[in-house]
């Protein structure tokens, strides 16, 4: 996922630190690379297409191409069956993955993930530094970076001007859906915050969707209120990953669903108000967590409700998130907003 390759590449800047001569070489899922595209720490990408992904016969070719590579070190952050066996046929003389007793034997080390809360940083970030301690490299709390060109943030300012809005008030891209329905708050929920949003600021509000979400996105617009939707720009949106990104670097803030959004908009420097799904962990993915970035979760309200670890509720997201009411962290917003 987009979220998971953007947080990975803090590795490739403490390896340079380590080895600054050495190749780093990034093996990620074709169209994860515009959140990667002009990082300065990685020589070369190596894509794992869907043709890869859906053929048995694709897999092992494509891991035998690897082998021919002749790496010294690799390191599996992802850790499945299909990088499990690319990392093992790999022949490196040192491989290393996150502790999984059914897969120990691919790897030399098999680091166990952290499970303490890091107030600073978020576990995800932890638990990724880890991977390097074999390799001598102490952990060290490095945020995700996305390099724009001096062309695409004039670009982006450029298409926001066109489409006339007025980049001297505030400006608001909403996370206005999740990567499925187990992700997404509830639309007439998402209305209210958007609502308190615009009441709260006069904002102007742009929604992040691609087209294929239209119907949904136009759902949510539907749903807040008449003043509302004078201040919602609902047909300016970037139409390629590096275009949303180039928009977004212009707006005050992100609000909304907690996923690859929030955390491009991270890595941006751009404030962000994440709402995670109840299923999701918070302490893993709230990534350096303070008055610019905040986020809630329904545990955070109703901690009762929680006996056992967050993941074990994904099949009752849909109804956790009913429980998941906007007048819970309303003051939160108003706050996050001032």
């Not at 001096?150 to 001007?161: H, K, S, T």
Request: charged share 25%; aromatic share 14%; proline share 3%.
């Amino acid at each position: 996922m987009i979220g998971d390759v953007l947080t990975s590449s803090i590795l490739f800047e403490a390896l340079r630190l380590k080895y600054p001569k050495a190749q780093l070489d990034y093996l990620i899922n074709e169209h994860t690379f515009p959140v990667v595209e002009n990082n300065t720490f990685i020589d070369h990408f190596i894509f794992f297409t869907k043709e890869v992904e859906s053929s048995k016969k694709a897999l092992f070719r494509f891991a035998k191409t690897i082998k021919y590579k002749k790496y010294d070190i690799v390191i599996d952050v992802y850790s499945k069956l299909s990088s499990n066996l690319i990392s093992f046929l790999s022949g490196a003389k040192t491989r290393i993955s996150y502790h999984k007793y059914y897969t120990s034997l691919f790897y030399h080390h098999n680091i166990k993930r952290a499970k303490e809360k890091n107030a600073k940083a978020g576990l995800a970030i932890v638990n990724r530094m880890k991977l390097l301690e074999p390799l001598g490299i102490e952990a060290t709390f490095i945020k995700p970076k996305i390099y724009l060109t001096e062309q695409e943030v004039a670009d982006g300012r450029r298409f926001l001007v066109n489409h006339h809005l007025d980049l001297s008030k505030p400006l608001y891209m909403i996370s206005v859906l999740g990567s499925g329905i187990k992700k997404t708050y509830p639309f007439s929920y998402m209305a209210q915050v958007i609502d308190t949003v615009v009441e709260e600021t006069a904002g102007q509000i742009l929604f992040n969707y691609i087209p294929k979400q239209e119907a949904e996105a136009k759902s949510i617009f539907n749903l807040c209120k008449p003043d509302t939707q004078k201040n919602i720009l609902f047909d300016v949106f970037g139409k390629s990953l590096r275009a949303f990104l180039a928009i977004t670097h212009h707006c005050n803030a992100i609000i909304g669903n907690e996923g690859g959004a929030i955390n491009m908009s991270k890595a941006l420097d751009i404030k962000t108000f994440a709402i995670f799904s109840p299923w999701i962990d918070k302490a893993t993915w709230n990534l350096f967590e303070n008055e610019n970035n905040v986020s809630v979760h329904l545990k955070d309200f109703k901690p009762e409700l929680y006996t056992k670890a967050e993941k074990q509720y994904k099949n009752q997201a849909v109804v956790l998130y009913e429980k998941f009411k906007p007048q819970l962290f309303t003051s939160k917003l108003k706050a996050f907003l001032k």
